[in-house]
């Protein structure tokens, strides 16, 4: 079931007052674990996976930097982090741009309150900023999915958290990387960055929200939290960062119609590619 949010206030209000994880989310999204035999350490094992591409400007990657970084040390995280029944999650964080180039800034951490969560945040900001060619969103799901085999810690739910300001161009067609992921238990949500305009020199497209809904994330409770103007940057990843620690769903609910095609064109990206330099 995918979800659609629309950053603002009244959500993260929502968020704050509720107080925890409702039980009926966190059964809902609970994955297939690799040893039923594990009881569940942590409360959720999160993988964020940022963009780093070049139609990315260096003041985007500062300040998704800052938003991360920012949002894991902020008073409303760490209270949707008591809330949960471990109180401790389990993270990691990777920048990710071409099929081959993704580099992991923070390998597995369990953040269980200030001092770590504070530790992880200095790390992601102590890390240079960097940019690579090429977006492969497909590329970053599938480096994504063997971490949390090799992750120590078993949660409740397997999230991959995707960043990105433009469609998939490079490596495998999204829509197989994406469904490998959701037949192991792992829901993908993202992050659709929309701040500038689309522009043909970097193969952004209108709508990118709809292509994330319809063509990238996935799994129970999956859903899309949109960026759209560079003052709500940091909110947004607060936000987002909020709901899938604290096992929430957005309130906006959208349903597709059973069958109904994809509203973007999930291979648009390749497309564009291919009609500006021919391969």
């Known amino acids: ?16 007052a509720s107080g925890g994880p409702r039980a009926d989310a966190a059964s809902a999204e609970k994955p297939e674990l690799a040893d039923t035999q594990v009881t569940p350490s942590v409360d959720v094992e999160l993988i964020i996976a940022v963009d780093v591409s070049y139609s990315m400007d260096l003041d985007e990657l500062a300040v998704q930097r800052e938003g991360y970084a920012q949002a894991i040390v902020s008073k409303e995280f760490l209270q949707a982090l008591r809330g949960g029944p471990n109180g401790k999650i389990s993270i990691m964080y990777f920048e990710w741009s071409s099929s081959g180039d993704q580099k992991v800034i923070i390998p597995w951490r369990v953040i269980d309150g200030p001092e770590t969560a504070d530790a992880v945040g200095n790390e992601i900001m102590q890390t240079p900023v960097r940019r690579g060619a090429r977006t492969s969103i497909s590329g970053a799901i599938l480096f994504a999915m063997p971490f949390f085999d090799q992750n120590p810690h078993r949660g409740l739910r397997r999230v991959i958290d995707i960043s990105g300001d433009g469609p998939n161009n490079n490596g495998p067609a999204i829509t197989p990387a994406r469904d490998e ?99």
């Open 181 to 279: 992921a959701l037949a192991k238990g792992i829901v993908i949500n993202g992050l659709p960055i929309m701040i500038k305009e689309p522009s043909y020199s970097t193969m952004d497209i209108d709508n990118l929200d709809w292509y994330y809904e319809d063509c990238v994330i996935g799994g129970p409770g999956s859903f899309v939290v949109s960026i759209k103007d560079r003052e709500n940057f940091k909110d947004a990843i607060r936000t987002k960062l909020l709901l899938e620690v604290a096992g929430h769903t957005p309130d906006h609910r959208v349903v597709p119609a059973a069958g109904k095609e994809p509203r973007v064109n999930c291979q648009i990206g390749e497309r564009l590619w291919q009609d500006r330099w021919g391969r």
């Open 1 to 16: 079931m995918r979800w659609r949010v629309l950053v603002g206030a009244m959500l993260a209000a929502a968020v704050l």
